[in-house]
Nanobody, 122 residues
Framework: QVQLVESGGGLVQPGGSLRLSCAASGSIFSINTMGWYRQAPGKERELVAAKGSGGSTNYVDSVKGRFTISRDNAKNTVYLQMNSLKPDDTAVYYC????????????????WGQGTQVTVSS
C-alpha cells in the first residue's frame, strides 16, 4: 500500500512562513503529479499547487508569488514553501499523489495524505 505522510503545519502570524513536506512510500515505481490541496471550514477543497514529474507547475491565483512547490522525484517527496502567509490561507492542507504506479502493477491510482492544519493568526 502507498502512504503519504505530511509534516510542517502549525500556527503562524500573518506575514510569516511555513514549509510543508509530504513523503510517499510503499513500493512506488512512478508518480505523475504531486501537489497540495487545501480545505477551509465551510469551503470546498481547492488545488493550491501541483508539480508534474517533468517539472511543470500549476498554482491557484491567490498564492502565486507567495508559495513555491518543489519536488524530489528520487525521494517521492513534495514540498510547499509558503511565504507572506495571510489569514485566508488558514485551512487543512492535503498532499495528493496522482497517477501512482506501484512496482509490479500496470495500472495507476491516486492517493491522499491525512492532512495538516495551517493556521494564520495574530
Amino acid at each position: 500500500q502507498v502512504q503519504l505522510v505530511e509534516s510542517g503545519g502549525g500556527l503562524v502570524q500573518p506575514g510569516g512562513s511555513l514549509r510543508l513536506s509530504c513523503a510517499a512510500s510503499g513500493s512506488i515505481f512512478s508518480i505523475n503529479t504531486m501537489g497540495w490541496y487545501r480545505q477551509a471550514p465551510g469551503k470546498e477543497r481547492e488545488l493550491v499547487a501541483a508539480k508534474g514529474s517533468g517539472g511543470s507547475t500549476n498554482y491557484v491565483d491567490s498564492v502565486k508569488g507567495r508559495f513555491t512547490i518543489s519536488r524530489d522525484n528520487a525521494k517521492n517527496t513534495v514540498y510547499l514553501q509558503m511565504n507572506s502567509l495571510k489569514p485566508d490561507d488558514t485551512a487543512v492542507y492535503y498532499c495528493n499523489a496522482e497517477g501512482v504506479v506501484r512496482i509490479g502493477y500496470a495500472s495507476s491510482r491516486d492517493y491522499w495524505g491525512q492532512g495538516t492544519q495551517v493556521t494564520v493568526s495574530s
